[in-house]
């Protein structure tokens, strides 16, 4: 059969991923690439001849519209990119995540993209490696009990850059069931400088699920992590057991009653990227046209949680969701720790 186009808007990481991932896939064939920047095109016209290279996204898709369109810029960018993209005949799309730099533009991408049902992939890694999605299926399947609580612990990392990547995993896990409400605080002492953006230097996020489920989230440069492994770690807690896992590791920790002393357990992982799954995986739905936006649905839930997360951590508030719903409380002037000053408003706690 003959191989689907691809064109790329964005030749950084994201793209980049997008583009060796194509390459390397027997389905797809790369076509053109667009980026502001002038020094990228040479460098990738050298690696991939085959690829037509713009400086103008527009004018990349008059010049030489495909089959898919990835869109892998910043996120500011997204919806403006996605909405001319969906201008064009496509058969499927990819946008990086985070879905958009709002919740409230991430929702109109995928809303776009369902007005126009095609398929869309939004490619957290998590969701096509073979570990995580076992141990997705094991807590799926009761095997640790009914589930209660994800803690992550994730060092020298941030709410945005790697914590939408956890979080969308949780959601997953969780069985998509939507959050209640977000609780969190930051440091922005330093303001570390972490893909392109300024983020905060320590943060700890607690997240209710409508089910009764808590995340519990630390991010940041002095989280240390108390784990079984240093680095990312991930505790999920069940009424008959728990998992260790560590994010990107291949293997994981499994304690219930057929493993009470625990078991390090393995899966076999493929050898292709987690971008080519990813567009692999759009493959069945343009054959029936029946899009599945699962995946992007949690990644707009994930991208609601980090929204939250840093409006409570800026007014000291818990937050409910949806987001579109929620009205900030008028600010008040007592702080936590001071004595309570009658006649100032509040209400009896031993009276709830």
């Not at 004018?59 to 030489?64: D, G, I």
């Not at 409400?181 to 440091?187: E, K, P, Q, R």
């Not at 009424?239 to 896992?245: H, K, L, P, S």
């Not at 990813?278 to 936006?293: F, Q, R, T, V």
């Amino acid at each position: 059969m003959d191989k689907l186009t691809v064109s790329f808007v964005g030749g950084g990481t994201g793209g980049r991923l997008s583009l060796d991932a194509v390459a390397a896939s027997e389905y797809y064939q790369p076509a053109a690439l667009a980026d502001l920047r002038q020094e990228v095109s040479p460098e990738l016209r050298e690696k991939y001849p085959e690829l037509q290279t713009f400086t103008d996204f527009r004018e990349m898709f008059q010049a030489c519209p495909t089959d898919i369109v990835c869109v892998n810029t910043y996120p500011a960018s997204h919806e403006l990119v996605t909405l001319e993209a969906l201008k064009l005949p496509l058969k499927a799309i990819l946008v990086e995540k985070p879905l958009g730099h709002s919740v409230a533009s991430g929702r109109r991408i995928l809303e776009a993209v369902k007005q126009r049902n095609i398929p869309m992939a939004v490619p957290h890694g998590l969701m096509v490696k073979r570990c995580p999605l076992e141990i997705i299926g094991r807590t799926k399947n009761a095997e640790i009990g009914e589930l209660k609580l994800v803690e992550i612990q994730s060092p020298g990392w941030d709410i945005l850059s790697a914590g939408i990547h956890w979080l969308n995993f949780a959601v997953n896990l969780n069985g998509q069931s939507p959050a209640h409400s977000v609780l969190a605080a930051c440091d922005k002492t330093t303001r570390t400088f972490r893909d392109g953006m300024q983020v905060e230097t320590v943060a700890v996020m607690y997240v209710q699920m409508v089910n009764g489920v808590r995340i519990v989230m630390q991010t940041g440069d002095t989280i240390r992590s108390n784990g079984r492994r240093d680095g990312t770690a991930f505790r999920i807690i069940g009424t008959a057991g728990q998992i260790e896992f560590w994010g990107w590791h291949p293997d994981y920790y499994l304690f219930n009653a057929d493993h009470p002393k625990g078991k390090l357990i393995a899966p076999a992982e493929e050898a292709t990227s987690l971008h080519q799954r990813h567009l692999e995986n759009l493959l069945p739905m343009i054959a029936s046209g029946e899009p599945d936006y699962s995946l992007p649905e949690s990644s707009l839930t994930a991208l609601e949680i980090c929204e939250a997360a840093y409006l409570s951590a800026r007014h000291g508030i818990e937050v409910k969701l949806p987001l579109d719903q929620f009205e900030i409380p008028a600010p008040n002037n007592w702080e936590p720790g001071e004595p309570y000053v009658s006649g100032e408003g509040g209400r009896d706690g031993r009276k709830l």
